[in-house]
């Protein structure tokens, strides 16, 4: 399939890139191969809707706090939204309040995304009510297994992402592995933060992108004022991977699934020291603290390693536009694999 610069205007006057298109974002009825990933915290109704509107697929994120309360609010602050949104979920979470994935089934989303588990019992019951199923794979197994249980679309998310995830591969090695190993839809996510970052992973046979970090700082997002200085400060080589915040908040991630995070005083001092920290209530009722204060020298910023590439806080729509144009410019005369 060929790729050019190709811009058109959809009826609402929003720019489409049909040089980026892909099959499976025209089936999802997408201008932009682009989805949001659904960062806990981050990615609330308003984020998504944002998106959205932009010509991607906005994502609800419910993460380690997650509740079915919580997503009804979120889904409220959607708004009229105008085109398809999805919903992210962590296995875990949904595990201790299976109310959560029965709101996100009644909310009849375009797509449910469940990560971070071996489960896939889930799938069955998610396409039954007529949604497409999404989930984070980290090797070719994962991947096989899960277009095995009947994923209709495979987010293949390399180390460089932030928030969690299995450190197996980097992006593209990740990509070009499973794109070869399966045939259902991949996206590629990690570090994906720039128009040569898109253009990249479609060039290399990507269906779609996920990002994250790059968005996240972005004025419809939830994130705190001190977390989105933080991410507008921050180089590329100030992200680490760590569990410290699962043990010191008492969230039970599975240990394959450390967080890409801003490196940060708390972050530094128990790195390593785990077992301690889980037997300091004095360190972890400063974590606690620090959260409800919105101090990043002491709370977690989830962050990958794109985050260098955030240089200022603007709405949604200016940086997927920026993000797009970019890329549909780069790959203007190119052939993509698939």
Known sequence: MTS???????????????????????????????????MGGVAGGRFAAAVTAAGGLGMIGMGSAGSAQALQRELRELGDVRGPFGIGVVDWVVGAEPELLAAAVAAAPALISVSFGQDLSWVQRVREAGIRTATQVYTVDDARRAEDAGIDVVVARGAEGGGHGAPEMATLPLLDAVVGAVSVPVLAAGGIGSPASLAGVLAAGADG???????????????????????????????????????????????????????????????????????????KQALAAAMSADDPRIAPVDAGEAVGMVARVEPVGAAIENLCAGAARLLEGRTRRR
């Open 209 to 283: 992108a996920w990002v994250g970090t790059c968005l996240a700082a972005c004025s419809e997002s939830l994130l705190a004022d001190g977390a989105r200085r933080a991410m507008v400060a921050a180089e590329g080589t100030d992200t680490m991977l760590t569990r410290v915040f699962d043990v010191g908040m008492e969230w039970p991630w599975p240990t394959r699934f450390p967080a890409r995070v801003l490196r940060n005083e708390f972050a530094n001092r128990w790195t390593g020291r785990e077992q301690r920290l889980s037997d300091d209530e004095q360190a």
């Open 4 to 38: 050019g610069a190709v811009e058109s205007s959809s009826a609402d006057g929003v720019r489409a890139f049909d040089g980026l298109a892909t099959e499976w974002s025209r089936g999802m009825g997408l201008r932009v191969p682009l989805v949001n990933a659904p």
